[in-house]
Every structure is written in C-alpha cells, then in structure tokens.
C-alpha cells in the first residue's frame, strides 16, 4: 500500500513568488494535515482535514497561506507571496479517524523541503 | 499550554543501550509518542504509549512514562548504525483534541562504529 505522496520534494523560488505543495493521503483516510517543520524544530500543525472541511486552521497565516481539499482525498498548501522565513519542510500527514476511537496514528509524507531566496 | 523538551544530541557506541529523554508539562496528556526521522525523509512512528501507563516494550524499544515526575524516555537496545536519526518526543492531550501533536525540537541519535 503506498504511503502519504506529496510533491515535489524540493522546491526553490525566489522571495514574492506563489508556491504550492501537492498531497495525496493513504487510500481512505478521511483526516489530513500539514505541518511546518522549520530546521532544528518539530512539527508544527497548520491545518486539519476532516474528509473536505477543514476543522482546525488556527495556525494557518490567512494573509499568505491557504490551503484546500475540494474532494476530501488530496490537498493543496499554497503560500502567496513566499517571504524568506518561509524555508522549510511542509509535511502532509493522514490518518483514519474513527468515531469513539481516541487514538488514531497519523502517517506522515516525506515533505516538501521549500527554500525561498 | 503544551510544552515539550528533549535534549538535542546523544551519541553512543554501536552495540550500546540508547536512552533518550523528554520531558512535557501538560498533566493532562493521553498519549505520548515517540517518532523517528531520517535526514530527507518524513516521520515514522516508533511507538506510543497511553498515560495509565507505566511503560511499554517493543523488541528493543523500551518506553517509561513517569506520569508524577511528566517524564517520558526512549530505550533503544543494541543500538544500530541504521538507529542513527532524529527522535521526536511528542504528546497529545485531553485540553485539545486527540489529534493535536505537540513535538519537542528532536534528538539527533548519532551511534558511531
């Protein structure tokens, strides 16, 4: 079974310039995430996915990041425009989340490593 | 809130015992995890154990969970020149929800020949 896809791996651009990250999820897992790891640091949530609607953005900067699941499989993260503090690997997880369960593993993507010059 | 600690380096000999070490602040916390990362690669989940527990083994990895104290480690048994990567401490809890991860800035486990 293939794992959390996500693409492309690196992605270089210059300082003011859109950029988006591609995530598809493990086949049925109806909860998505991404996360910023910035270098030296754990993971740290941006937004949650349950199936399309996205329940927890509270750590999403809305003047530059968005992000959506129109059909509630893969996710795009779009930054507009990328600043030079954005370098760093955006990480997409997934997980099947079952009702009364309270845990649920979440299965990370390799990243997208972004370097903004 | 949550906070996570871990020291930042630990190296040992190849054939050694690897203890890593984390300490969180939230009393309420349900599961902590400890998730390993290779240089480019995304994490992987090592294992987790549930706060009404004392401590979990899993071949050559031993957790304890000193609830009083809020300190979690990681044993790993016969470290491998392969066990070398980054370990993240990480926690969720019942003041948020269960899915919210709160990692600590990661050990870099280097385990020399």
């Known amino acids: 079974e293939a794992g959390v896809v996500q693409s492309p791996r690196y992605k270089i651009i210059e300082k003011k310039q859109p950029v988006a990250f591609w995530c598809n999820p493990i086949?049925?897992?109806?909860?998505l995430y991404w996360y910023l790891q910035n270098l030296g640091q754990g993971p740290e949530l941006l937004i949650r996915y349950e199936n399309e609607e996205a329940v927890d953005d509270s750590q999403l900067p809305k003047d530059r990041f968005s992000a959506e699941r129109l059909k509630g499989v893969d996710s795009t993260l779009k930054i507009q425009p990328a600043e030079l503090g954005d370098s760093a690997v955006y990480l997409c997880?997934?997980?099947?989340?079952?009702?009364?369960?309270?845990?649920?593993?979440?299965?990370f993507g390799p990243g997208t490593r972004l370097t903004v010059l | 809130g949550e906070d996570v600690e871990q020291s930042l380096f630990l190296s040992v000999r190849e054939g050694d015992s690897s203890v890593i070490n984390c300490t969180y602040t939230d009393s309420s916390s349900t599961y902590l995890y400890w998730y390993k990362q290779e240089p480019g690669a995304g994490l992987q989940l090592l294992t987790y154990i549930f706060s009404n527990m004392d401590m979990k083994q899993d071949q050559r990895l031993t957790v304890l969970l000193n609830k009083k104290d809020k300190h979690l480690s990681l044993r790993i048994a016969d470290t491998q020149t392969g066990d070398s990567a980054i370990y993240f401490c990480a926690e969720t809890y019942s003041g948020g929800s269960n899915y919210k991860l709160t990692f600590g800035k990661g050990t870099l486990l280097t385990v020399n020949p």
């Open positions: 997880a997934s997980s099947l989340d079952l009702r009364g369960e309270t845990y649920n593993e979440q299965f």
């Open positions: 086949s049925g897992h109806n909860t």
